[in-house]
Nanobody, 127 residues
Framework: QLQLGESGGGLVQPEGSLRLSCAAS????????IGWFRQAPGKEREGVSC????????YYADSVKGRFTISRDTAQNTVYLQMNGLKPEDTAVYYC????????????????????WGKGTLVTVSS
């Protein structure tokens, strides 16, 4: 059974950093596009970042460009989201997702249409 699990969330002060991890069981992440999405209370799920199956293409939402970095560790079968310069508006539940095809975008928006999803990890940015 294909499963994804996020970890690394928590409470952090503004301008702080967190690294989220997305680990897989039952399949190899290297062959999948991996996306990070987030959902704040009362808001729709938002695409944050995505990395292609080959790792040669990455996508970032405008709101996180220059602050967040997505990367793969093939040996660990894990994808990371390094988040620096966190802001209160980054507070949300963060989900990772996998798709055997591509990171699907419409214009500059990453669409939440991936096949497999984790259960999420909460990130709270507050002083």
């Amino acid at each position: 059974q294909l499963q994804l699990g996020e970890s690394g969330g928590g409470l952090v002060q503004p301008e702080g950093s967190l690294r989220l991890s997305c680990a897989a069981s039952g399949f190899t992440l290297n062959y999948y596009a991996i996306g990070w999405f987030r959902q704040a209370p009362g808001k729709e799920r938002e695409g944050v970042s995505c990395i292609s199956s080959g790792g040669d293409r990455t996508y970032y939402a405008d709101s996180v460009k220059g602050r967040f970095t997505i990367s793969r560790d093939t040996a660990q079968n894990t994808v990371y989201l390094q988040m620096n310069g966190l802001k209160p508006e980054d507070t949300a539940v963060y989900y990772c997702a996998a798709d055997p095809r591509v990171c699907t975008t419409r214009g500059t928006t990453l669409l939440p249409v991936m096949d497999y999803w984790g259960k999420g990890t909460l990130v709270t940015v507050s002083s």
